[in-house]
């Protein structure tokens, strides 16, 4: 069983960077698909970006061109490297990785990090 651990979280002012990760135990990681997923309060989740096995990537519209999703298949680990952070990115970042034309997923969530972007 995969277990999903986010870090990398915390108070950023708007303008600021973060880079998050997510370390991924087990096996069954390398070939997936992966996505980091946000949710803020009070809101439903969103998708922020997918990386691909061999990674290619897509990104939501209102995160592009500021972050960047990377993975270490090696490492068993994703990157999102967030640059220029805005208010309204504040969120729990999570990362998994969704079993196509399904709303199921092939892991448990994890924790997620908490992203706050203020002054």
């Known amino acids: 069983q995969v277990q999903l651990v986010e870090s990398g979280g915390g108070l950023v002012q708007p303008g600021g960077s973060l880079k998050l990760s997510c370390a991924a135990s087990g096996s069954g990681f390398g070939f997936r698909p992966m996505g980091w997923y946000r949710q803020a309060p009070g809101k439903q989740r969103e998708l922020v970006a997918l990386i691909s096995w061999d990674g290619n990537t897509n990104y939501a519209d209102s995160v592009k061109g500021r972050f960047t999703i990377s993975r270490d298949n090696a490492k068993n680990t994703v990157y999102l490297l967030m640059n220029s952070l805005k208010p309204e990115d504040t969120a729990v970042y999570y990362c998994?990785?969704?079993?196509?034309?399904?709303?199921?997923?092939?892991?448990?969530w994890g924790q997620g990090t908490q992203v706050t972007v203020s002054s």
């Open positions: 998994n990785a969704k079993i196509p034309y399904t709303e199921r997923w092939y892991f448990n």
